[in-house]
């Protein structure tokens, strides 16, 4: 069985110049974990839920544990008040961030004719969950490891 046999043609995509909550947006609505990049025709790279998640990182909140005294109940507020503008800002920063700078690259992709033991095994070694899928260098697909999983079942129904 060929990847083009598998693979969702047309993927949705985003623009490198893009900003991340564009591309979060487009996960939430597809209700997918990645996105190829493109930068013109060409595929740049991939953004996925786990490269946005990974920007989450606003230090260190409050992670000590206290009985506070009569006169630390006023300071508990005002550093917990402290910590959400600091995650206010750094939520805010990452969505006006390009995508460019958030996706992994350079891609892995595959070919259309290529068999999709060939995708499961790139997939394995390189620790990804979905190809971007190419015909003579340009995007034509994306497939993914529940997308080899529902082909590998389909070929079993076909020969029982």
């Known amino acids: 069985m060929k990847v083009?046999?598998?693979?969702?043609?047309?993927?949705?995509?985003?623009?490198?110049?893009?900003?991340?909550?564009e591309a979060a947006g487009l996960l939430r609505k597809h209700h997918i974990g990645g996105l190829p990049v493109m930068d013109g025709e060409r595929v740049a790279g991939?953004?996925?839920?786990?490269?946005?998640i990974s920007l989450l990182d606003v230090g260190d909140l409050s992670e000590d544990l206290w009985l506070p005294s009569p006169l630390e109940v006023i300071e508990v507020p005002v550093r917990e008040f402290i910590n959400w503008e600091k995650t206010k800002r750094a939520l805010t920063d990452i969505g006006s961030m390009e995508v460019r700078r958030v996706m992994s690259s350079p891609v892995v992709?595959?070919?259309?004719?290529?068999?999709?033991?060939?995708?499961?095994?790139l997939m394995l070694r390189e620790g990804i969950a979905r190809l971007p899928v190419l015909r003579d260098g340009r995007l034509v697909g994306i497939v993914t490891r529940a997308d080899i999983v529902r082909g590998l079942g389909e070929s079993t129904e076909e020969e029982s």
């Open 109 to 121: 992709s595959i070919d259309e004719d290529s068999d999709i033991a060939d995708a499961a095994s």
């Open 4 to 21: 083009r046999d598998v693979m969702t043609p047309n993927p949705v995509t985003v623009r490198v110049d893009s900003p991340v909550s």
């Open 46 to 52: 991939i953004v996925t839920e786990t490269d946005i």
